[in-house]
């Protein structure tokens, strides 16, 4: 049976109420996330150039130091919503629930927004190949969806 309170309970205290395969799904995913978020933040040439597969553009004046900055930035705001999946994972465990939707939105935005507002950009132009987050972004969308209602599950 689902329980929309699990989402946000009375109390926030360490009692995981959903099922436990969800409880693992979102350490796995807080892990992958969290080592995807320090990528992004401390080792930002690789980060964009090798894994995102974005070529290095060129000009005067150079505006790689820029879309560097701006990319760690990402990184680190990734990185602090990762320490807080690890708090909740620590000590706050009923709030998994809440954070499985926070997941999704970013998710979601990336799937659904961001290709209309930027409709006009052509990334083949900016890009040698496929950006992992952009190719997998469906498939993790629907793992979430699926390990979200199996956090708010309560056990018979």
């Excluded at 796995?28 to 990528?39: D, F, G, N, P, Y």
């Excluded at 952009?134 to 699926?146: H, K, R, S």
């Amino acid at each position: 049976m689902l329980s929309f309170k699990n989402i946000l309970p009375d109390v926030l205290d360490n009692n995981y109420r959903g099922s436990k395969v969800a409880l693992y799904f979102f350490v796995l995913l807080t892990a992958v996330m969290t080592w995807r978020s320090i990528v992004h933040m401390f080792f930002v040439d690789y980060g964009l150039h090798g894994i995102a597969n974005y070529i290095h553009l060129e000009g005067s004046p150079d505006p790689s130091a820029l879309i560097h900055l701006f990319f760690s930035l990402w990184g680190m705001a990734q990185l602090i919503f990762c320490a807080v999946c690890w708090l909740s994972i620590l000590k706050i465990r009923s709030f998994i629930s809440a954070l499985y939707i926070l997941w999704l939105l970013e998710w979601l935005t990336r799937i659904f927004y961001y290709p209309r507002i930027f409709k006009g950009v052509d990334q083949n132009i900016y890009k040698v190949g496929t950006t992992p987050g952009i190719e997998f972004a469906p498939y993790l969308t629907v793992l979430l969806v699926i390990f979200f209602l199996l956090s708010i599950r309560t056990p018979k």
